[in-house]
């Protein structure tokens, strides 16, 4: 079938042998794969071995710290932590491995979590005043039930252990209860206006506090946030007393003998309560507001919470957050422990947002014997040991720190060489923090095994400070291997001088890109500074001083063709001389454009290298710093695309004013050429005549060719996949275009014409972008977008248009063929631009190692030219068996060895030659090249284009990338409009094509990227780094990967309270809550009130929406499950009916033998 599709695409397309390809108005639907050339060898016959069916969209695990929290939780049986945050997200933690993520569909923020104790559930209290329960007893959580109050809100939630009866608190003083195992509500009401006095003339305000009396589970404790605090006897239904106190409540905590509890207030204070005298509180402190001169206290912030806890073997520990005085300015958020007459003041890097006491005892009548503290900041999770006196915090297990300074790109390695963790995992070691807690970190629930699926990954993010994470993200976890700080390199900027601050306010140093060879451990950092630092790996510290580079790549005014100039110059100009041979050793290279000397005069760097000899610890050492200087007053460009060969020595980086080429080895800058000098003599659109009428428009070079207003209808009216904006492959022995036979535009001319247009050096708005911070090869609106594409159609052009310059969006060194004729690959570079065009430049590199070092590496462009709709993204390379080609590398060698005299270090490389292994296949390789609307795949060194496929009209792509999935290979590729696809090589047929996630802000699209395997990941917020999985395989065992957040444990028992504590302790603790909340005795609840919503099924798999057979067998699966289920209901009710008319039976035969010789009036 994939034959005949070749041969049906091939007779729609054009001339056999000129390359063009086909388009989507010559029988080839947008998003349809066109093969492109009528002739195609056989060689490329590829036996394709992916299918739809080994794809599937979903969500592993989530990394980081989760974002804007708002609410904590803790199982002490299970030892589990759960987090819930502002977006509707709950974060369940438990030992290193055990790590869980769940959203609410609805989005609404978590206002409190209680946990079911050792029962695997949770309930979830929303902003939108809905309660859920979640089933934890499976590896992804669900939703069992939902509870929507319509009527009041919903303030504060209270569970008591082992009970099924959930109280809620509402604005409007309420107390509400729910069944948990129905989640319903009970007829049971403790309306506001029966707990408090008739007389009272005042509402309470909402119910800010719930807890039930450890002395007596029948009593509910009840606080409103005026201040007032009531005792409700549930089974009298009446108030046991009241308290008014003229500060407002915030919280309120037992004493485990349930005689005495302790508020918090929002002067700052603590009270303590005994019940035997509620008139007045037993002891008023203020923790830190001091007696001033006047004899009257200090103003102190709300004590916001506060936990009274016992102890066995010492003083109760009183826990409290916030109560600071007003007058201290500028003090950090505060936990405070005051244990007997100790007090400890903990100060914390960020606000507080909610803390746990960690006990031993699940029974709140029991000792408590407090162990540490979970402390939730806006920012941070810590743990505090309590057992020791000076309180460390125990070392997070957690990747916590992922935002400590904000993520500004990511980088994504799958299946690296396995030597390369442990070797950074030793040099990190060694510069971990010191003074945590010796005890095991107490969040230890769950389990979580090794799975049989895994491989080395590492996961790098880039910081606004210039700092760079390695993390080692095998086997679905997150583990921070090795730190590096870029800053090193450089010397403190001053605050009143340099650039620096003028070109970026705050991080000069923040990363914008990476690239790393895993195999040769070659690491380069972009930075906002426009500058690149090249790192080298190696186990043993050193003395080094780096080598700076300044690299000129502005826009001279040369470089602009203005519309006075184009009047008599009709074709484009020639080149400068010499801006094509490589440029000499220089600590000031030439610019482009042939710089001036009075540019090099008014020249200034945004940030200083270190020029002394700095001693370097052990890791990643910095060897050489690029950077583009100010020139003229005008800052440099950002730098667009990176690309670096450890095997060539070569480094190559370009952004919207040029390309330039470093040669690492040597420390010399080899190439330093402007887009527009990229194209050379062999330009085939240099041969393009004008007319004078032409020539006399106030437009900016050669945008419009048509004679007349006609023609320039017909542009406009034309769609941009037509088949000249398709493109189509030139190179130096292409045909020219004759004048006399006039071309409408819409062809390569379009966007090579506008590259003319004159562009101001700064050039910040109107730039794409990839020149931008964010390193996306896009434009900001849809609008100036589609302006790349259709410039050349309209005889107006807009300044913005005319300003527009061509940025080198991507580059990739590798074996190929420069030319046409070339027989064998050679080292060469391939050029992306935001116009669609890919140039392709060979380079001639010395291969003995002696020469290597000493003869010059010669580079230039040839002048070869493809063309692809939209700005090129990514290249990569197959043999013609489909198989993916890797670039050569340089093996890694520690530079700073120890020499052996008896084995000299030699360089060793490794080659991927694209004919190495297909003899019997032929000569050639394939060149996968995806842009922002397009793919296809040529066959070099013909330079035939094969395929072709139009991936999206309506959007864009932002990330694109050719991975190994399933011992194969394909395109991926990330769409604005949220589509993730993938699509074969080298046919390009649509494998998958799924709506996942649009694109809400610019962060994810700084961050996506895909890797092998069948991965890709996300920062799904700024502290949160989202991993998915597109790969069926990968699905089908997430199963196994994942962590069980639920583990069969014997809930701890009671302790035996002792006849004397029993007898004179009160009233006995049996309580039935059934009896008084059930629907026999308190009726049903108010269906006004609350409307209850039933969840998804608990079981697995059933979370994700599955489609084919593969759906339908769990549908059927889930089916069989229930129906099941609801046979052996039933069939326990016809065993119990059984057994019930067995004994009805049973007692009336034994009435009627007892009644069967007795008279009538003996009855």
């Given at each position: 079938m994939k034959k005949f599709r070749k041969v049906l695409d091939g007779l729609t397309t054009s001339s056999p042998g000129g390359g063009t390809v086909g388009s989507p108005s010559c029988g080839s639907a947008a998003g349809t794969p066109t093969a492109a050339a009528a002739n195609t060898p056989k060689e490329v016959d590829v036996q394709e071995t992916l299918v739809s069916e080994n794809f599937q969209l979903c969500k592993t695990v989530r990394h980081g710290f989760p974002y804007q929290p708002t609410a904590l939780a803790f199982d002490p049986v299970q030892k589990i932590l759960a987090i819930g945050s502002r977006s509707g997200g709950v974060r369940i933690l438990g030992r290193p491995g055990v790590d869980c993520f769940c959203q609410h569909e609805s989005g609404a923020a978590v206002l409190q979590l209680q946990f079911l104790i050792n029962e695997g559930a949770l309930v979830t209290a929303c902003a939108d005043d809905t309660l859920h329960l979640w089933n934890l007893r499976q590896r992804r959580p669900a939703i069992l039930?939902?509870?929507?109050?319509?009527?009041e809100r919903i303030t504060f939630c209270h569970l008591p252990f082992q009970s099924k009866w959930l109280y809620v608190g509402t604005e409007r003083g309420n107390t509400h209860i729910v069944?948990?195992?129905?989640?319903?509500?009970?007829?049971?009401?403790?309306?506001?206006?029966?707990?408090?006095?008739?007389?009272?003339?005042?509402?309470?305000?909402?119910?800010?506090?719930?807890?039930?009396?450890?002395?007596?589970?029948?009593?509910?404790?009840?606080?409103?946030?005026?201040?007032?605090?009531?005792?409700?006897?549930?089974?009298?239904?009446?108030?046991?007393?009241?308290?008014?106190?003229?500060?407002?409540?915030?919280?309120a905590s037992w004493h485990h003998e349930g005689k005495q509890f302790m508020c918090s207030h929002s002067d700052g204070s603590l009270t303590v309560w005994n019940l035997r005298n509620t008139s007045k509180p037993v002891q008023v402190t203020f923790p830190h507001g001091k007696i001033q001169k006047d004899g009257k206290k200090e103003s102190c912030k709300p004590i916001l919470k506060v936990d009274y806890k016992t102890s066995r073997n010492s003083e109760p520990f009183v826990i409290f957050s916030g109560g600071l005085s007003y007058d201290k300015a500028g003090r950090r958020p505060t936990l405070t422990i005051m244990h007997g007459k100790a007090i400890t003041v903990l100060e914390m890097d960020f606000p507080i947002v909610e803390f746990i006491t960690l006990?031993?005892?699940?029974?709140?009548?029991?000792?408590?014997?407090?162990?540490?503290?979970?402390?939730?900041?806006?920012?941070?999770?810590?743990?505090?040991?309590?057992?020791?006196?000076?309180?460390?915090?125990?070392?997070?297990?957690?990747?916590?720190?992922?935002?400590?300074?904000?993520?500004?790109?990511?980088?994504?390695?799958?299946?690296?060489?396995?030597?390369?963790?442990?070797?950074?995992?030793?040099?990190?070691?060694?510069?971990?923090?010191?003074?945590?807690?010796q005890k095991e970190w107490p969040v230890s629930g769950g389990m979580w095994t090794l799975g049989s699926h895994t491989y080395p990954e590492i996961i790098i993010t880039g910081h606004a400070d210039g700092s760079i994470k390695f993390w080692d993200a095998s086997a679905i976890t997150l583990q921070m291997l090795y730190k590096l700080k870029t800053s090193k390199v450089f010397e403190k900027p001053k605050q009143s001088e340099g650039r620096a601050s003028e070109l970026v306010d705050e991080d000069p140093f923040a990363?914008?890109?990476?690239?790393?060879?895993?195999?040769?451990?070659?690491?380069?950092?972009?930075?906002?500074?426009?500058?690149?630092?090249?790192?080298?790996?190696?186990?043993?510290?050193?003395?080094?001083?780096?080598?700076?580079?300044?690299?000129?790549?502005?826009?001279?005014?040369?470089?602009?063709?203005?519309?006075?100039?184009?009047?008599?110059?009709?074709?484009?100009?020639?080149?400068?001389?010499?801006?094509?041979?490589?440029?000499?050793?220089?600590?000031?290279?030439?610019?482009?454009?042939?710089?001036?000397?009075?540019?090099?005069?008014?020249?200034?760097?945004?940030?200083?290298?270190?020029?002394?000899?700095?001693?370097?610890?052990?890791?990643?050492?910095?060897?050489l710093v690029i950077q583009l200087p100010w020139l003229d007053g005008e800052p440099p460009q950002q730098i667009s695309s990176l690309d670096i060969n450890s095997?060539?020595?070569?480094?190559?980086?370009?952004?919207?004013?040029?390309?330039?080429?470093?040669?690492?080895?040597?420390?010399?800058?080899?190439?330093?050429?402007?887009?527009?000098?990229?194209?050379?003599?062999?330009?085939?659109?240099?041969?393009?005549?004008?007319?004078?009428?032409?020539?006399?428009?106030?437009?900016?070079?050669?945008?419009?060719?048509?004679?007349?207003?006609?023609?320039?209808?017909?542009?406009?009216?034309?769609?941009?996949?037509?088949?000249h904006v398709n493109g189509h492959c030139t190179s130096p022995t292409s045909q020219p275009c004759s004048a006399g036979k006039p071309r409408i535009p819409t062809g390569p001319e379009g966007p090579r014409?506008?590259?003319?247009?004159?562009?101001?050096p700064p050039f910040r708005k109107a730039q794409s972008a990839a020149c931008m911070e964010i390193s996306l090869p896009v434009s900001h609106t849809e609008e100036s977008r589609e302006n790349s594409f259709s410039r050349s159609r309209s005889s107006s052009v807009s300044s913005i248009d005319r300003d527009t310059k061509e940025a080198i969006t991507t580059l990739q060194f590798g074996e190929s063929y420069g030319r046409k004729g070339d027989a064998l690959p050679t080292p060469c570079l391939w050029v992306g631009t935001s116009l669609g065009v890919i140039l392709l430049v060979p380079v001639s590199i010395p291969t003995d190692q002696d020469e290597r070092m000493e003869e010059p590496v010669t580079i230039g462009p040839c002048g070869t030219v493809l063309m692809l709709k939209g700005s090129v993204l990514r290249f990569g390379?197959?043999?013609?068996?489909?198989?993916?080609?890797?670039?050569?590398?340089?093996?890694?060698?520690?530079?700073?060895?120890?020499?052996?005299?008896?084995?000299?270090?030699?360089?060793?490389?490794?080659?991927?030659?694209?004919?190495?292994?297909?003899?019997?296949?032929g000569e050639g390789h394939l060149?996968?090249?995806?842009?922002?609307?397009?793919?296809?795949?040529?066959?070099?060194?013909?330079?035939?284009?094969?395929?072709?496929?139009?991936?999206?009209?309506?959007?864009?792509?932002?990330?694109?990338?050719?991975?190994?999935?399933?011992?194969?290979?394909?395109?991926?590729?990330?769409?604005?409009?949220?589509?993730?696809?993938?699509?074969?090589?080298?046919?390009?047929?649509?494998?998958?094509?799924?709506?996942?996630?649009?694109?809400?802000?610019?962060?994810?699209?700084?961050?996506?990227?895909?890797?092998?395997?069948?991965?890709?990941?996300?920062?799904?917020?700024?502290t949160e780094i989202q991993r998915i999985t597109y790969s069926q395989e990968m699905y089908d065992n997430l199963q196994e990967m994942l962590g069980e957040l639920f583990t069969p444990i014997e809930t701890p028992e009671a302790q035996n309270r002792g006849f004397l504590k029993g007898f004179f302790g009160g009233t006995a603790h049996t309580f039935d809550r059934e009896e008084l909340f059930g629907e026999a005795a308190a009726g049903k609840g108010s269906r006004s009130l609350a409307q209850h919503i039933p969840g998804q099924a608990g079981v697995e798999g059933m979370k994700v929406a599955a489609s084919g057979a593969v759906g339908e067998l769990a549908r059927a699966r889930v089916a069989l499950d229930e129906r099941g289920q609801r046979l052996g209901e039933l069939e326990e009710r016809t065993a119990l009916m059984m057994t019930s008319a067995e004994s009805f039976s049973k007692h009336a035969h034994e009435l009627m033998l007892k009644c069967k010789d007795k008279k009538w009036y003996q009855l």
């Amino acid at each position: 079938m994939k034959k005949f599709r070749k041969v049906l695409d091939g007779l729609t397309t054009s001339s056999p042998g000129g390359g063009t390809v086909g388009s989507p108005s010559c029988g080839s639907a947008a998003g349809t794969p066109t093969a492109a050339a009528a002739n195609t060898p056989k060689e490329v016959d590829v036996q394709e071995t992916l299918v739809s069916e080994n794809f599937q969209l979903c969500k592993t695990v989530r990394h980081g710290f989760p974002y804007q929290p708002t609410a904590l939780a803790f199982d002490p049986v299970q030892k589990i932590l759960a987090i819930g945050s502002r977006s509707g997200g709950v974060r369940i933690l438990g030992r290193p491995g055990v790590d869980c993520f769940c959203q609410h569909e609805s989005g609404a923020a978590v206002l409190q979590l209680q946990f079911l104790i050792n029962e695997g559930a949770l309930v979830t209290a929303c902003a939108d005043d809905t309660l859920h329960l979640w089933n934890l007893r499976q590896r992804r959580p669900a939703i069992l039930h939902s509870l929507k109050f319509n009527r009041e809100r919903i303030t504060f939630c209270h569970l008591p252990f082992q009970s099924k009866w959930l109280y809620v608190g509402t604005e409007r003083g309420n107390t509400h209860i729910v069944n948990i195992e129905s989640f319903v509500l009970s007829g049971y009401v403790i309306m506001w206006n029966k707990a408090i006095e008739l007389s009272t003339k005042t509402h309470p305000g909402p119910v800010v506090h719930l807890s039930d009396s450890p002395k007596d589970e029948g009593k509910l404790l009840v606080g409103f946030e005026s201040g007032t605090i009531v005792q409700w006897d549930l089974r009298a239904k009446k108030t046991d007393f009241r308290i008014y106190y003229d500060e407002a409540i915030h919280s309120a905590s037992w004493h485990h003998e349930g005689k005495q509890f302790m508020c918090s207030h929002s002067d700052g204070s603590l009270t303590v309560w005994n019940l035997r005298n509620t008139s007045k509180p037993v002891q008023v402190t203020f923790p830190h507001g001091k007696i001033q001169k006047d004899g009257k206290k200090e103003s102190c912030k709300p004590i916001l919470k506060v936990d009274y806890k016992t102890s066995r073997n010492s003083e109760p520990f009183v826990i409290f957050s916030g109560g600071l005085s007003y007058d201290k300015a500028g003090r950090r958020p505060t936990l405070t422990i005051m244990h007997g007459k100790a007090i400890t003041v903990l100060e914390m890097d960020f606000p507080i947002v909610e803390f746990i006491t960690l006990c031993d005892t699940p029974y709140n009548n029991e000792v408590q014997d407090p162990f540490a503290v979970v402390v939730l900041l806006e920012k941070d999770l810590i743990v505090v040991d309590l057992t020791q006196s000076n309180f460390p915090v125990f070392e997070n297990p957690y990747p916590m720190d992922v935002h400590e300074s904000p993520v500004t790109c990511t980088a994504y390695f799958a299946d690296c060489p396995p030597d390369i963790i442990p070797v950074l995992y030793s040099i990190g070691a060694k510069h971990k923090k010191t003074g945590y807690s010796q005890k095991e970190w107490p969040v230890s629930g769950g389990m979580w095994t090794l799975g049989s699926h895994t491989y080395p990954e590492i996961i790098i993010t880039g910081h606004a400070d210039g700092s760079i994470k390695f993390w080692d993200a095998s086997a679905i976890t997150l583990q921070m291997l090795y730190k590096l700080k870029t800053s090193k390199v450089f010397e403190k900027p001053k605050q009143s001088e340099g650039r620096a601050s003028e070109l970026v306010d705050e991080d000069p140093f923040a990363v914008q890109t990476v690239s790393w060879c895993p195999q040769s451990r070659i690491f380069c950092v972009v930075g906002i500074s426009a500058h690149i630092i090249l790192y080298r790996f190696s186990k043993y510290d050193a003395n080094t001083q780096i080598v700076a580079l300044e690299v000129r790549l502005q826009c001279e005014s040369e470089d602009v063709i203005s519309p006075s100039e184009n009047e008599n110059n009709p074709c484009f100009s020639e080149p400068r001389s010499g801006s094509h041979s490589p440029q000499p050793h220089q600590q000031h290279p030439a610019s482009p454009g042939g710089g001036t000397p009075e540019g090099v005069k008014d020249s200034a760097l945004c940030l200083k290298v270190k020029d002394r000899v700095v001693r370097v610890p052990p890791g990643y050492q910095a060897e050489l710093v690029i950077q583009l200087p100010w020139l003229d007053g005008e800052p440099p460009q950002q730098i667009s695309s990176l690309d670096i060969n450890s095997a060539y020595g070569l480094l190559a980086l370009g952004n919207c004013n040029g390309l330039a080429v470093v040669d690492y080895l040597q420390k010399s800058l080899l190439l330093c050429m402007s887009t527009l000098d990229l194209y050379g003599a062999a330009d085939p659109y240099q041969r393009l005549t004008r007319s004078p009428r032409r020539n006399r428009q106030s437009t900016s070079g050669l945008t419009e060719l048509s004679d007349n207003q006609q023609s320039v209808d017909m542009e406009r009216s034309k769609s941009p996949t037509s088949d000249h904006v398709n493109g189509h492959c030139t190179s130096p022995t292409s045909q020219p275009c004759s004048a006399g036979k006039p071309r409408i535009p819409t062809g390569p001319e379009g966007p090579r014409l506008a590259r003319r247009g004159p562009g101001r050096p700064p050039f910040r708005k109107a730039q794409s972008a990839a020149c931008m911070e964010i390193s996306l090869p896009v434009s900001h609106t849809e609008e100036s977008r589609e302006n790349s594409f259709s410039r050349s159609r309209s005889s107006s052009v807009s300044s913005i248009d005319r300003d527009t310059k061509e940025a080198i969006t991507t580059l990739q060194f590798g074996e190929s063929y420069g030319r046409k004729g070339d027989a064998l690959p050679t080292p060469c570079l391939w050029v992306g631009t935001s116009l669609g065009v890919i140039l392709l430049v060979p380079v001639s590199i010395p291969t003995d190692q002696d020469e290597r070092m000493e003869e010059p590496v010669t580079i230039g462009p040839c002048g070869t030219v493809l063309m692809l709709k939209g700005s090129v993204l990514r290249f990569g390379f197959l043999d013609c068996v489909g198989a993916l080609i890797q670039s050569p590398y340089e093996v890694w060698r520690d530079p700073n060895a120890p020499e052996d005299p008896d084995r000299p270090r030699k360089r060793k490389l490794v080659h991927h030659s694209p004919s190495s292994s297909q003899d019997a296949c032929g000569e050639g390789h394939l060149a996968v090249v995806c842009s922002e609307r397009q793919a296809k795949v040529f066959l070099m060194p013909s330079q035939s284009c094969l395929f072709v496929h139009n991936i999206t009209e309506s959007s864009f792509v932002l990330r694109a990338d050719v991975v190994s999935v399933c011992n194969s290979v394909c395109l991926a590729c990330f769409c604005a409009n949220g589509h993730v696809m993938t699509l074969s090589l080298p046919s390009l047929r649509p494998l998958m094509d799924v709506s996942y996630l649009p694109m809400t802000d610019m962060r994810i699209a700084r961050t996506f990227c895909f890797t092998n395997g069948g991965q890709a990941l996300y920062l799904s917020s700024p502290t949160e780094i989202q991993r998915i999985t597109y790969s069926q395989e990968m699905y089908d065992n997430l199963q196994e990967m994942l962590g069980e957040l639920f583990t069969p444990i014997e809930t701890p028992e009671a302790q035996n309270r002792g006849f004397l504590k029993g007898f004179f302790g009160g009233t006995a603790h049996t309580f039935d809550r059934e009896e008084l909340f059930g629907e026999a005795a308190a009726g049903k609840g108010s269906r006004s009130l609350a409307q209850h919503i039933p969840g998804q099924a608990g079981v697995e798999g059933m979370k994700v929406a599955a489609s084919g057979a593969v759906g339908e067998l769990a549908r059927a699966r889930v089916a069989l499950d229930e129906r099941g289920q609801r046979l052996g209901e039933l069939e326990e009710r016809t065993a119990l009916m059984m057994t019930s008319a067995e004994s009805f039976s049973k007692h009336a035969h034994e009435l009627m033998l007892k009644c069967k010789d007795k008279k009538w009036y003996q009855l």
